[in-house]
T-cell receptor
Framework: AQSVAQPEDQVNVAEGNPLTVKCTYS??????LFWYVQYPNRGLQFLLK??????LVKGSYGFEAEFNKSQTSFHLKKPSALVSDSALYFC????????????FGTGTKLQVIP | ETGVTQTPRHLVMGMTNKKSLKCEQH?????MYWYKQSAKKPLELMFV???????ENNSVPSRFSPECPNSSHLFLHLHTLQPEDSALYLC??????????????FGSGTRLTVV
């Protein structure tokens, strides 16, 4: 069975500071990893993905994530946080060929303080 | 607007009522999903439809009944729900197979309250 852990319910960061939202995963086979963002009263919106290739992937709104196979982690990062980044962030995992079987984490609320 | 539209946005229903949630997409996707979102829990995959056939049913109680009449529409029929069924119900769609690597497209959800 595959699983995703987001150890922090909430992350607070000052505007302009770098941010990190943590994610670890467990899956059989090669992982396919995703980050989604959810703004209030909205559905989830795709941010970025890791399928293969470079361990550092770049996505929308200046976000990036680093795939670390040995630590089974896929942390979301941004060099300089904006107040508008405040939202709920979900990490998700599936495996090669398991495209219709994506498992999501519990979500981490990011609060950027002006 | 993401291209996946869910109606209604909010629904309050009694435990003896029957209601339906609707999801519509015109993105040309052939896979559609129902997810349940509750506070501090992972998103729970309820149902998956691929080319209008149900391919996944994650032990969902029979009081939830999905219907996929065509590749653009997905329904979730509700009857005799319990208060613990109150949640945000999200619909998503994706291409089949490797096309789903670009992620799912979600609707804005239906906020369901069972009283």
């Amino acid at each position: 069975a595959q699983s995703v852990a987001q150890p922090e319910d909430q992350v607070n960061v000052a505007e302009g500071n770098p941010l990190t939202v943590k994610c670890t995963y467990s899956v059989s086979g090669n992982p396919y990893l995703f980050w989604y963002v959810q703004y209030p009263n909205r559905g989830l919106q795709f941010l970025l993905k890791y399928i293969t290739g470079d361990n550092l992937v770049k996505g929308s709104y200046g976000f990036e994530a680093e795939f670390n196979k040995s630590q089974t982690s896929f942390h979301l990062k941004k060099p300089s946080a904006l107040v508008s980044d405040s939202a709920l962030y979900f990490c998700a995992v599936t495996y090669s060929g398991g495209y219709q079987k994506v498992t999501f984490g519990t979500g981490t609320k990011l609060q950027v303080i002006p | 607007e993401t291209g996946v539209t869910q109606t209604p946005r909010h629904l309050v229903m009694g435990m003896t009522n029957k209601k339906s949630l609707k999801c519509e997409q015109h993105l040309g996707h052939n896979a559609m999903y129902w997810y349940k979102q509750s506070a501090k829990k992972p998103l729970e995959l309820m149902f998956v439809y691929s080319l209008e056939e149900r391919v996944e049913n994650n032990s969902v109680p029979s009081r939830f009944s999905p219907e996929c009449p065509n590749s653009s529409h997905l329904f979730l029929h509700l009857h005799t729900l319990q208060p613990e069924d109150s949640a945000l119900y999200l619909c998503a769609s994706s291409p089949l197979g490797a096309g789903a690597q670009n992620g799912y497209t979600f609707g804005s959800g239906t906020r369901l309250t069972v009283v």
